[in-house]
């Protein structure tokens, strides 16, 4: 017969049994951390995946939207303010070159702001001195032209 001291771990003996027999009917986990998070991954790409694509759609739509709505500006612009003969493309200060999304749409405001400018200035040259209240209209309108686009 056994010696006494190795009854006292009976009691473990039978608790370990039970675990392995349970583990064996309901297992626990038996994968590696890194098969678990490597299925984890793929299941939240997949679940993903459509969302991801629909902003990326939504994305390419909105860029090819905005860049339609710019050439259509840029030739109403053309249209009704004609491009002088010195009016160059003016660089755009480092201040715009850092945040280069809003860059076209800062140039484009730029060259109708010069562009309306300039057509209203030669309108003023071109004023006769006896039609005054007409003169000072077009000041006015040059004036607010002015406080506008400096704000």
């Known amino acids: 017969s056994p010696p006494r001291w190795v009854h006292k771990f009976d009691g473990l003996l039978q608790l370990v049994k039970g675990i392995d027999r349970l583990e064996v009917s309901v297992p626990i986990i038996k994968e590696q951390p890194q098969e678990i998070h490597n299925q ?7 679940w993903s995946k459509p969302y991801a694509e629909k902003v990326y759609e939504l994305q390419q739509a909105f860029q090819q939207k905005a860049a ?5 500006a840029e030739r109403l612009l053309d249209y009704y303010c004609p491009k002088c ?3 160059d493309e003016i660089t755009l200060s480092s201040r715009f070159k850092e945040d280069p999304p809003c860059t076209p749409f800062r140039r484009l405001s730029n060259k109708v702001a010069r562009r309306v400018y300039r057509t209203v200035s030669k309108q003023v040259k071109t004023l006769r001195k006896e039609d005054v209240k007409e003169y000072v209209v077009t ?12 704000s």
């Open 40 to 46: 984890a991954k793929s299941k939240v790409s997949a």
């Open 68 to 72: 339609s709505l710019k050439r259509l």
């Open 85 to 87: 003969e010195g009016d």
């Open 139 to 150: 000041l006015i309108a040059v004036l607010r032209l002015t406080q506008y686009s400096t």
